[in-house]
């Protein structure tokens, strides 16, 4: 990564703006029901503290409508951080900016936390508002960005805040997170170890068409699952029932077929179902053999059979995408299996966030792969070969 990173710049005595992805669930009690994002940016919080800086933590939590919702506030987020930080002082601002927020950063120590209320709060954090950016600016002398998740969207607290703090002469730089994201996904994409395999899955080629044509230029073998090889099969000709297909895919997805060759591998059995339900009946055919009124909802024995035996020999795998329905527990045995195989591999396996990601911890698999991104739009949309807003505003080396 050419980028630089918070080991390349002095922190002591400093205040940093640290840009985190803290939009994680709540529970009904409104406490933190999944910690994963909060741990994820520990190490760099731990080791700016270390280094003697006082912290500003931002984020935004969902998607609030109209200004402050204390349903979308991250007081919840500061005390589960509290929790994980026991003697450190972390302190929950009841705004992001304004002079209570000015007062509460200028009083903030070396060793301290101060987390920012929701970003989004403020129209003005999606909408690039220069005024929103120079206001978080000014609480800071060092800009830090380890919210991968946010990587690919130009808010101001990602792309906007870093161009003010650059025109001031203050660095900006990658967190750890960050920093590990970029480099499994990069050396994945530009640098891998062969062979180099992909599996995608997910409900809809148009939202990974981009993804799917810059992966094939550079995979040894592309597996396509889920909802979007419904289009692909039924643009091979085959009937699908009352299956999800995008018509208006179809001559792009033919195109790509006849542009792939064999790297573009399809299932050969579904597991079809007569209701888009858990307890519906359900029985595996041939992807020849889909019924009407019958829907595809997992993928079948015989390609999860095919998928491994593809996936055997391979050195880099990245994974984006269930292979089915895994909400529905008859047909999440496809998404499981498949995390089973990558977990057994001798291979760097990346998982692209999202889904993908929810399914490899529910499947109890997370700690056998080698990388789960923290983004899942933000992974799709570096596989898709895009500069990321979030990675472009940081200081190069």
Known sequence: MNKKTVRDVDVQGKRVFVRVDFNVPLDENRRVADDTRIRA?????????????????????????????????????????????????????????????????????????????????????QKGDPKFAEALAAFADVYVDDAFGTAHRPDVSVAGVPAVMRAQGKPSVAGFLLEKE????????????????????????????????????????????GGMANTFLKAQGYEMGDSLVENDSLDIARQLLASAGDKLVLPVDAVVADAFAADANHKVVGVDEVEPGWRILDIGPATIAHFANRLAPAKTVVWNGPMGVFEFPPFAKGTFAIADVLAHLNATTIIGGGDSAAAVEQSGLADKMTHISTGGGASLEFLEGKVLPGVAALDDR
């Open 41 to 125: 940016a520990l190490p760099t919080i731990q080791y700016l503290l270390d280094k003697g800086a006082a912290l500003i933590l931002a984020s935004h939590l969902g998607r609030p409508k109209e200004g402050p919702d204390p349903k979308y506030s991250l007081a919840p987020t500061a005390q589960r951080l509290q929790e994980l930080l026991p003697d450190v002082k972390v302190t929950m601002a009841p705004d992001c900016i304004g002079p209570q927020v000015e007062a509460m950063v200028q009083a903030l120590r070396p060793g301290e936390i101060l987390v920012l209320e929701n970003l989004r709060f403020y129209k003005g954090e």
């Open 182 to 225: 970029i480099r499994f996904l990069g050396s994945a994409v530009e640098n891998p170890e062969r062979p180099f395999i992909a599996i995608l899955g997910g409900a809809k080629v148009s939202d990974k068409i981009k993804v799917i044509e810059n992966l094939l230029g550079k995979v040894d073998s592309l597996l396509i699952g």
